[in-house]
């Protein structure tokens, strides 16, 4: 069961859009729509941003979004604000009752 | 809204045992959700440990399970973490976390524990 694959960075300025991308394996991201996202600020616990492949839990707004294609899911901050800047992590489902997160993305806002 | 924080000792002997408390405020330890343990590594990313149902049922991350116990307390509404024999690569914050449903929903701030002689 090995962690699924982030970039180590992302960047973009402010208004702009920045894609996070999660690959998986066929045991995991490919066969389950049960990827979430969770943004995590410095000294602080995670917090839940998308589940479900794409759905948002209520407060998170819209600029963030969800999608999946094979073995591979993403996330994507559309008008990038100041207070995105933070490591953002995908987890999935991984069957046997289990679960994996992602290594682990750092954004940072120009 | 659940709330939930951690509690324990910061430091563990090498070969020790690590124990660690989450208490849970704004919802019961009886509601349909999974009880969980996440763990960060200095500077490094998430790794699940596990979780428990208010039933009692267990499901552990396959590389800990060995050395990992997670039960709970619903008279007291917390539920706990042990994991034996420790090292240095067990060195984390820990979270406890909550949610159904494949996700978690809720987190807590977390706790450093070091193990060091």
């Known amino acids: 069961q090995s962690a699924l694959t982030q970039p180590p960075s992302a960047s973009g300025s402010p208004g702009q859009s920045v894609t996070i991308s999660c690959t998986g394996t066929?045991?995991?991201?490919?066969?389950?729509?049960?990827v979430s996202w969770y943004q995590q600020h410095p000294g602080k616990g995670p917090k839940l941003i998308i589940y479900?492949?794409?759905k948002r839990p209520s407060g998170v707004p819209d600029r963030f979004s969800g999608s999946k294609s094979g073995n591979t899911a993403s996330l994507t901050v559309s008008g990038l604000q100041a207070e995105d800047e933070a490591d953002y992590y995908c987890?999935?489902?991984?069957?046997?009752?289990?679960?994996?997160f992602g290594t682990g993305t750092k954004v940072t806002v120009l | 809204q659940v709330q939930l924080q951690e509690s324990g000792p910061g430091l563990v002997k090498p070969s020790g045992t690590l124990s660690l408390t989450c208490a849970v405020s704004?919802?019961?330890?009886?509601?349909?959700?999974?009880w969980s343990w996440v763990r960060q590594p200095p500077g490094k990313g998430l790794e699940w440990i596990g979780e428990?149902?208010?039933?009692?049922?267990?499901n552990y991350n396959p590389s800990l399970k060995s050395r990992v116990t997670i039960s709970l307390d619903e008279s007291k509404n917390q539920f706990f973490l042990k994991l034996s024999s420790v090292t240095a690569a067990d060195t984390a914050v820990y979270y406890c976390?909550?949610?159904?449903?494949?996700?978690?929903?809720?987190w807590g701030q977390g706790t450093l524990v070091t193990v060091s002689s």
């Open positions: 976390a909550s949610g159904a449903w494949y996700k978690w929903d809720y």
């Open positions: 704004g919802g019961s330890i009886s509601s349909t959700n999974w």
């Open positions: 428990i149902y208010h039933s009692g049922s267990t």
């Open positions: 066929s045991s995991d991201v490919g066969v389950y729509n049960y």
């Open positions: 479900d492949v794409s």
């Open positions: 987890s999935s489902y991984a069957g046997g009752n289990s679960y994996v």
